[in-house]
């Protein structure tokens, strides 16, 4: 038998970190010390271009005691293109995610829903269509049950108190749909700081040394909190959730441009009600 390979899946707005948190699991601890050399495996945008063009996946290994015996924990990392990319449609966005999904059919570790400061209405939309059309919507099959909302550019993210306080503001101030999402995912949300250390110019090793030490505990937190997600999302039927992904990707799909309206409209309205 294969080895078993958890499966992540990122998905979330343009910018907000998706390759970054993709970096940090994927290098080991030690590059995040002075003098480690880290690895841009996943490229990074340094300005507020949209960055990630394709899906990439990478494999990783965590060394994890359980009972007392440590073992190797295989993780594939699936980095997708950002919702509201300047350059791509929400369709062609959604494509690409729908080509992530293919990967994952033997099962789902985690989504992980990144989103810095806010979830905006676009991203709840899309994340609706991939939790209807891809994945079974059913009460013990719902995608949320396996999803976690990660809030990047959280600077007090060592702190538990913000944090939590911070999930409590999110569902006080947040429009109904959003407010709906993090409960259905039973209010799994992760908050990271995952600084740049792509800077260049002189002088600039200080801020780069502070900020490895930064990715460094984001990087520990993060992991814990996968070690925390023991379940395993599979498909209900290998052969439908395929069909789907491949009927999306056709491109004159009927049900996706109906979706894709009715979406909109919903995006219209949300925008409508949240100002
Ligand atoms: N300070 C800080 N910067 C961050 C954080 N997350 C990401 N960044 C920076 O924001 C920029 C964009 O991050 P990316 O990881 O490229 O974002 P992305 O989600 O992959 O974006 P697309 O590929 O366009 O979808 C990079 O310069 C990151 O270093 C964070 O938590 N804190
Ligand atoms: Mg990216």
């Known amino acids: 038998m294969g080895e078993y390979i958890k499966n992540i899946l990122l998905i979330g707005r343009t910018g907000q970190g998706k390759s970054a948190l993709s970096n940090i699991l994927v290098n080991e601890e030690k590059i995040f010390e002075k003098n480690g050399e880290f690895n841009e495996i996943f490229k990074e945008s340094e300005k507020s271009l949209s960055q990630t063009k394709k899906i990439q996946e990478e494999l990783f290994n965590v060394e994890r005691n359980i009972n007392g015996k440590v073992m190797n924990v295989k993780y594939r990392i699936i980095d997708t293109v950002g919702i509201g990319d300047t350059s791509l449609s929400l369709r062609t966005v959604l494509v690409e995610i729908a080509k992530g999904c293919k990967k994952v059919k033997k099962g789902i570790n985690q989504i992980l829903f990144v989103c810095g400061e806010r ?69 799994r949300v992760v908050h990271l700081d995952i600084p740049p250390i792509n800077i260049k110019g002189e002088g600039k090793q200080n801020q780069i040394n502070i900020n490895k030490k930064i990715r460094k505990e984001a990087r520990k937190k993060l992991l814990n909190h996968l070690a925390s997600c023991q379940d395993i999302y599979i498909p209900e039927s290998l052969h439908k959730i395929n069909k789907r992904i491949d009927d999306l990707l056709i491109n004159e799909n009927e049900k996706l441009k109906k979706q894709l309206e009715t979406s909109q409209k919903k995006t219209r309205e949300i925008t409508r009600t949240t100002k």
């Open 119 to 187: 979830l905006t209405p676009e991203e709840i939309v899309a994340y609706d269509i991939l939790r209807n059309i891809l994945f079974d919507k059913q009460i013990d099959k719902d995608i949320t049950k396996y999803t976690t909302i990660v809030r990047t550019k959280f600077y007090n993210f060592e702190n538990d108190e913000e944090c939590e306080s911070d999930i409590q503001s999110l569902i006080e101030e947040s429009n109904k749909a959003i407010v709906e999402v993090i409960e259905s995912c039973n209010r």
